[in-house]
């Protein structure tokens, strides 16, 4: 059993402590506004406070935790203009970033890869609503969403994306779980999958403007979601870091 290298026990650690605290705001465990206690959160995820404050500052740089004057962290609140502000600035993100690709080129190897995923995606979704594999949906749609980000080969495109999309409300899956209950909302992912296709047609028939038209108005889907949410309180605790909303 090979054994791990200090360097690698810390890496491990900064993992763990920053999905770890993600996950802890995101679930609503602590109210917004409410400041963040150092050894409380240490001790519920069984981790030193040296990598609990490196993930402290990291959160506060996603946007989701703000510095105390006094001292420490606190839990941010948004309204909804936020979280529709979000969804709009990813969809800019990666719009601009498939236009980058579609403009720069990609090579028929990645073109194939992104059809390989686009299979897959429709393997998932099945003949109905009803009959989909939701599951392997939402894990596909991140990982197809994670491929757009690259096609560019631009980091720090890749990068900003993957800032923005940290949000708890403006990443690709933000509005999964909602979908999960209900199979007539589960309709608007054949329209998603429409816009996949035709995102990576765009890029291989190197059409930027198409491209980024294409990925603004997928992004969009999510904001059509949040209404639809908004107007269906109950499902508000199943779409991660809502939860943090203020009316």
Do not use: C
């Amino acid at each position: 059993m090979a054994v791990k290298t200090g360097e690698e026990r810390a890496s491990s650690q900064s993992l763990k402590a920053i999905l770890g605290l993600r996950d802890l705001v995101y679930s609503g465990s602590v109210a917004p506004g409410e400041r963040l206690s150092e050894i409380a959160i240490s001790e519920r995820l069984g981790i030193s406070r040296t990598p609990l404050r490196a993930a402290l500052a990291r959160l506060e740089q996603e946007g989701i935790l703000e510095a105390i004057p006094s001292g420490g962290y606190a839990v941010r609140s948004f309204t909804e203009a936020d979280v529709a502000d979000a969804i709009e600035l990813r969809g800019l993100v990666e719009g601009a970033a498939v236009r980058l690709a579609a403009e720069r080129g990609v090579t028929s190897s990645r073109i194939a890869f992104a059809r390989g995923l686009l299979a897959r995606l429709d393997e998932a979704l099945g003949a109905s609503p009803e009959v989909m594999d939701f599951d392997a949906y939402v894990a596909l749609n991140a990982e197809f969403h994670d491929m757009l980000s690259g096609l560019s080969g631009s980091e720090i495109f890749r990068r900003e994306l993957e800032k923005v999309t940290q949000l708890p409300f403006a990443g690709p899956s933000a509005f999964m779980h909602a979908q999960a209950e209900l199979p007539v909302f589960r309709a608007s992912l054949w329209i998603g999958q429409s816009h996949h296709r035709a995102i990576v047609e765009a890029i291989e028939a190197r059409e930027g403007a198409r491209a980024e038209a294409l990925a603004r108005e997928h992004a969009r889907l999510a904001r059509q979601n949040l209404d639809f949410v908004m107007k269906n309180r109950s499902l508000i605790n199943r779409v991660p870091g809502l939860s943090l909303l203020t009316t």
